[in-house]
């Protein structure tokens, strides 16, 4: 007989969780190993709330948003109580291994645990954010900005028919990795983000941006998007819209995509990462790892500890900030 | 030689608006005529700004969103010296009909214009809203039921993950046609709009709602959805969110849908009401109808007058709000 | 206590069955009947398979395709003794009524029932063909058109991009409610079904067919998209694929949409129409009605008798067919 | 003032070329050069055809499938006097650089080009089946699957209903990177490529097959997909769904997916990756890089030599065939 393992998901939920935690059980199984979902996240360890997860508990989930084990910030996991809550309940049902799908705050509470838990702890990166260290990808990324463009295409055509100003709102926390990488997709005019804004230059940018508004009404049937990252602006994206109003003398609409970027089919990308994130975490247990992270590192399969992926936030590839300030933003050129 | 054509589409821009001016361009073609699109609504014939409208024009954009003939609110066309220009550009082009594409709004204008030039004025109902009276439908309303379900969709699957309360807000005007639609069609656990909310009720609503979140919070593993008409909620949406927040003790959050409602290539419902209505517009020309709208009633093209279309807005089939709120509002009762 | 309802989804699945079986569910629950869900279609009632359905059992399901009491073709419901069997079935579970989603098979299916089992018997249409008399729509076709058309707009872009000819063979059994709705929403240069089409005039269409490629071929950068009907063209429609490119000297794809016309999230559309379907159904089951089908006729919920709705196919409204063929198939005309 | 770049899309369309081009034109104004778009792939050399492209004419093409400067097989390119019509036409033209999206065929055609024409001959990936060498990523790749696991989630729901077999055909020409991956997004129960079958073990593959659908049959209510390469099975993909049939005693129904995948919206990553590449193209024609094509390793820009991309077909990445056949085709083991 195999290992005894716990699963849960944690932190914002994203697209492709249940691919995941499907891949955990199917992996689990061929090694002979048992899976226990805790629900609700770390709460579930605190209430020891769980489920065995069997082969047909995860039949026909690798397409569904959301995450069947459930999730939840827990904010007893900060407390010593709560490390020692979780402790009882993983030693009580005799795991051997705890797998964690969250983000980098997750995997804070995890290295909390390790410190009165003696199990083994790997993490799967879990978060539409794609704000985790060391992993060239996150579950949930690669769709949450798929469902950002396709909404954005829809505002692109009112923003057409009318050669209208849209200020778009995007989640992301405090990196940019949705803004810049929907920013590209859908042809936004300007993108504003943590990579290049900081709140001193709010004169400059409110400027540039005015100045790229006016560039664009000076062609004859044009629309104007601005993609702005959610948590940025001094005062909020609200307040923005109305700056870039009274500057520019045109109406500038914000529109907020808000919790639709969180939900939804995963993508085919997000369902095979998290597939392979899956069976590389099994895979880790088997093989006696603890305290790494699965990753994506240049296509292939990786483990990294979980102390580096917290050290800091990932960075947005700074081309692709250069390449849309450069080459990309070009209204202010055009002239046909 | 047929008859001379202008066309335009005017006020919000609704999917399917492209269908229709295809189908327009089509069925002109078949009769002979020759049709002008001005651009950018009524304004297009107070700049007269315009364009040929070839077969060749209207290829390829049955499944566009938008419209190619852009649109805008033209103030200048609630002014007599507005409606002297229009006349004045409809008889430079010797314009035997024009037909307006757009909601009642543009039917008024079409109303006033009638005092002054003497050509055929025909309606085509195209909003989003479906509160045009005297037609069952109105192009872009499917498309933006669906573009909302779709969305909300996404927004359970989080609200699932963590068992969460969600009001979103959406379009409608003043009527609760997509409200209450996608209310039903998205199984919201609550419905409230301007045909079950009175401002003066603002206080039992507000115990019901907050009723409702807690008999939800009662069952096990359990999301809520609060679906809101805009316009509706005294001091906003925000301030429902706000004041179920405080009152339930349960976090409320507010999704805005906002104008991804208005975009997107149109559902087959859409695609095929604006073909048929752009036929039977034509159809109307040939036969020297004046000052109708045309309408799909049960299922059959109609023609109805556009004074009668303007008279008031359409009402919710009382039958759907009654369903929704005695069938399937079932929150309460659940006790399994 | 209320009544104790059997359910069951018969014959093809269609988008829709499951709102509907969460219609009926909610709505019992309301009229404090109980439901039993009989899985495999007439099978389950065979095989005394079933499941008791809860409000619980039916959360979360509106949205999905398929029907979680899964379906089947019973070859048994056609012979004495499988009748026998289901009566006997019903009769231990004390059923006072069963509700059948599904289409005219089923219902036949049901009438033969009548003779031996003296409960009520009340038909949800439920069916993507759309072929059911007495009601304007069956659940499940509006998705069906839905998913081909946007099918067929990827299609369309290739054929854009080649300057090529598609035939696109589509679902419908015996009638052409998918293939004329769908070739007009995605603007097919023609179309063929059942409804303009006799075997005996094979070699009539081929040589129209024909035509419209030739003409189409003389516009320069312009792709040809025929849309075709399952089970009418003589020998296949590959065989006529091969037919149009011998005549034609064009390159004539086949492409058979097939089984991703059944499947897939409902549209708005059927949620909303199996909702008050299953409200209707349950309601027809208080009021003691018997071998009646819930339909809607203009836009309004009514009962039929079964013995009306499998007395003759539906037709497709002959407006279509002919705008299809006199206004919109312009190809011929085209001159730009 | 900067270099005359040419520039066309060759083979088959994908999605995302659009975005290529567009990124091309934005790059090459940065720089001051001009872009004369020729039409029709190569033969746009061949008859001269070709259009100028400036800013505007790229405007809102991000998102749309196909090409807009359409494509083509072009025979005459593999004649030496196909070469000849291309050189006389690029050299009347005055062209600096030559830059061509397409698959491996069209990068031939551009190695033979060089021999008479002495200008820079750029390659750009852009194919769905993801086989060039050289590059992680081909244009269209990302979108093809999607649009594959997207339709296959629909055939799954029918599947499911019924507890059926189906066999889904997808393309990829002689390569099985969208059948690997679409096999493991959409939860396939057995994937068959050419990288896990050869025709002389039909028979061993067969009675595998066989197996499979056998263990599933045993497990009450499952359904069960099997993905099969195009240009794969001896006699075709419906002779294998006859084979299967009569071995397995289970109707086992095959579904060809076809051009579908071809067309449609480009997704977020073969967006930005077109968009990327094209800016890196123009790069290069500055850089005076000659005879490389753009590629992506490891998620950064990169340029390899034409005649390595070309020199063999780009292998499925063995581990994710491995984890297929080993952890996640696990029917056989099932037993819930």
Known sequence: MGKRIALLTSGGDAPGMNAAIRAVVLAAHKFDCEVIGFIHGFNGLML??????????????????????????????????????????????????LIVIGGDGSFTGMLALSNTWKGQLIGIP???????????????????????????????????AFDRVFIVELMGRHSGHITFNVGIACAAEQVISFENFNSDEEEATLAQLTDGIEQSAKIKHSSHLIVIAENLWPGGAQKLAEQLTQRSGVDCTLCTLGYIQRGGSPVAKDRILATKMGVSAVQAVIDNQHLVMTAELNNTMNLVPLNIAILHKKRVNPALVDAQANILALTAQTEN
């Open 48 to 97: 020891n709330e769980f489920q065995s997860l069997s082969i047909a508990s995860v039949t026909n989930i690798i397409h569904q948003g959301g995450t069947i084990l459930k999730s939840a910030r827990c904010k007893e996991m900060h407390l010593p109580s709560g490390i020692i809550k979780a402790t009882e309940t993983l030693t009580k049902h005799q795991i051997d291994a």
């Open 126 to 160: 879990g978060t539409i954010d794609n704000d985790v260290d060391g992993t060239d990808f996150t579950i949930g990324f690669s769709t949450a900005i798929n469902t950002a463009i396709r909404a954005i295409d829809k505002i692109r055509d009112t923003a057409n």
